[in-house]
């Protein structure tokens, strides 16, 4: 599966953000009163929306991009050389999670 998770996270974060600038905007002031007349919502709603549209947009640029190794002569050397190496190397074992 080819999903960058930058995709899913933003747009969860958009549309967190959009929810509470919605409701922001659309709620009466005097819920405000409590945070000294301060629209908490909008002023949280922004950046999260921000937030989101940029991990969207990073997602989106970040996946037009990635090419497998094979379609680009730098990777293509670099498996070439990842595989002389391999074979060099032949009966030595490496460790698991490196």
Do not use: C
Not at 9 to 31: E, N, P, R
Not at 72 to 91: D, M, N
């Amino acid at each position: 599966m080819n999903l960058d998770i930058r995709l899913p996270i933003g747009g969860l974060f958009t549309l967190l953000g959009l929810l509470l600038v919605g409701y922001g905007l659309m709620s009466d002031a005097s819920v405000y009163q409590r945070s000294l007349g301060e629209n908490v919502n909008v002023g949280w709603g922004v950046p999260v929306l921000v937030f989101g549209v940029l991990f969207l947009w990073l997602g989106r640029k970040g996946t037009s991009a990635a090419r497998p190794a094979e379609d680009e002569p730098e990777g293509r050397a670099t498996e070439a050389r990842e595989h002389a190496l391999g074979l060099e190397h032949e009966g030595r074992t490496r460790p698991h999670g490196h």
